[in-house]
């Protein structure tokens, strides 16, 4: 069958999810989020970010984040301008003092190894890695004064728990939580900065990044600055800390995506907190891999169900069955971004189960799916 003809196949209606979209970033907007930042319209964009009725929305985000991941004492919330790849350069210049180490087991998690390496004022990093679809553990080592984890690999659905290594007192715990933040459960008192950018499970826009920093953290960046070590003032996390104090950033902010993030935490939070939010992507991931593990044409990619991720799933089908092609008629009908990660160049779908997304709807995919591979 040609991919014209492909896209030509029409899956019932009855069988439809309410809402297509399936994609791991940005991902689903709420439709109640996006008229409320409608209604603010007129109130909030397009005016001043140094001003109370901004710095109310700054204050309630760092507020309700503190509430949501139940920060111990001391911890703050602090946020600039530029994603998690910018928080990385943040990391490199204000948190590794000498030398980090790097669990690394996928593209994102390989991405702030190689920042690290190419900085000329630290050691290069210890990298522990892994094959895509597992995850490796860190490794005591005396010269590292930063260990870095990805709590969730976007790029091949694998999710680890967070965990201080042994041996490692006097050294920082840093997670990249992108993906994860608000869909995967965590105890915070196990890491020292817990950073993301709110187009995953916030289902904002991206180019804002958010840590939450132990005290600990807020020491290192306090000594290194101290030192004297030249950083640039828009990837100076002391400066971070201190405008995100005045409930502000220290360049102006997507005023659009703070109103999206703080409109979806609140919704978690009116709704039961994590419980509420890690509990429906739990759901979600019941349902994909329950559809895959009894499936006759698909497999769970990740082997290890207690490393497969509640918020991004990965699903191998046999080779038999075109993903591609699967994929292809999936988008004809409305059901959008199920395509694997390109550089894992694997016959899967890739699937996000972010707090947004309705378990109905993950079901609903599922449905569709065996449709579809029916009829090609």
């Known amino acids: ?31 109640e989020a996006v008229e409320a930042l409608k209604d603010m319209g007129r109130t909030v964009l397009g005016t001043s970010h140094r001003q109370p009725t901004v710095k109310s929305i700054v204050g309630r985000l760092r507020s309700g984040l503190t509430e949501l991941f139940a920060l111990p004492a001391g911890y703050e919330v602090v946020l600039g301008n530029g994603g998690s790849t910018v928080f ?35 050691g290069d990093p210890h990298v522990v890695e892994a094959a895509p679809g597992t995850h490796p553990g860190p490794e005591p080592a005396p ?30 715990v840093a997670v990249d939580a992108t993906s994860g933040a608000g869909g995967l459960r965590f105890d915070p008192a196990q890491v ?32 290194i600055q101290a030192a004297g070590r030249w950083v640039p003032a828009s990837l100076d996390l002391s400066i971070a ?6 409930d502000q950033t220290y360049n102006t902010p997507a005023l659009a995506t703070l109103l999206l993030f703080v409109h979806q935490l609140e919704w978690f939070l009116k709704n039961g907190g994590m419980d509420f939010s890690a509990g429906r992507s739990e759901a979600s991931a019941r349902i994909l891999y329950g559809w895959a593990e009894a499936s006759g044409f ?6 290890k169900p207690d490393e497969r991720s509640n918020v991004v799933g990965t699903v191998d089908f046999d080779p038999g069955v075109d993903a591609a092609a699967v994929a292809r008629v999936l988008r004809a009908n409305g059901i959008v971004d199920t395509e694997p990660y390109r550089k894992l160049g694997r016959n899967q779908l890739r699937v996000a189960m972010f707090p947004a997304v309705d378990p109905d709807d993950v079901e609903a995919l599922t449905g569709c799916i065996d449709y579809v591979v029916a009829a090609l």
Not at 17 to 30: A, I, M, T, W, Y
Not at 241 to 246: A, K, P
Request: charged letters at 20%; proline letters at 6%; one cysteine or more.
């Open 1 to 31: 069958m040609t991919n014209a003809a492909q896209t030509h196949i029409r899956i019932p209606p009855d069988l439809l999810p309410r809402d297509g979209r399936f994609g791991c970033g940005p991902s689903k907007v709420r439709p």
């Open 88 to 122: 990385w350069d943040v990391a490199t210049f204000c948190l590794i003092e000498r030398r980090s180490q790097h669990l690394v087991f996928g593209e994102f998690s390989s991405k702030f190894a190689a920042a690290t390496r190419a900085a000329p004022h630290l």
């Open 143 to 172: 010269d590292v004064d930063l260990y870095a984890l990805t709590q969730n690999e976007t790029s091949t659905g694998v999710m680890m728990a967070l965990r201080r290594p042994e041996d490692s007192e006097g050294a920082l």
């Open 192 to 223: 020292d900065a817990y950073y993301f950018a709110p187009q995953k499970c916030f289902a904002s826009d991206g180019g804002l990044w958010v840590a939450a920093l132990s005290e600990s953290a807020l020491e290192r960046v306090a000594r």
């Open 241 to 246: 800390v201190e405008q995100s104090r005045l």
């Open 298 to 303: 698909a497999t769970p990619f990740v082997a």
